[in-house]
Nanobody
Framework: EVRLVESGGALVQPGGSLTISCSAS????????MNWVRQAPGYGLEWVAI????????VFADSVKGRFTISRDNSEKTIFLQMTNLQPEDSAVYYC????????WGAGTVVTVSR
């Protein structure tokens, strides 16, 4: 059974930084690219970033480019999202996602950017 568990969400002040993570199990982690997707209150899902199966290639949404970094540790079956210069519009539930023809999602972790 595929399982994705996000963690690390927190309340952060504008301009601050935060790293969230997603631990995976139930599939051959090193064979799949992974996504981060977020959903702000009252809005739909917004794709944030993708990393390929070996961590050698990443793509970011324009809204986070230059501020967010995605990485992975295949030995720990974990992906990370390092977020810097956070702004209130980054407040959202952040989900990790794996797609193998079917979408798999974690329960999400909440990031709130506010004074």
């Amino acid at each position: 059974e595929v399982r994705l568990v996000e963690s690390g969400g927190a309340l952060v002040q504008p301009g601050g930084s935060l790293t969230i993570s997603c631990s995976a199990s139930g599939f051959t982690f090193s064979q799949y690219g992974m996504n981060w997707v977020r959903q702000a209150p009252g809005y739909g899902l917004e794709w944030v970033a993708i990393i390929n199966h070996i961590g050698g290639a990443c793509v970011f949404a324009d809204s986070v480019k230059g501020r967010f970094t995605i990485s992975r540790d295949n030995s720990e079956k974990t992906i990370f999202l390092q977020m810097t210069n956070l702004q209130p519009e980054d407040s959202a539930v952040y989900y990790c996602n794996m797609f193998d023809g079917r979408d798999f999602w974690g329960a999400g972790t909440v990031v709130t950017v506010s004074r």
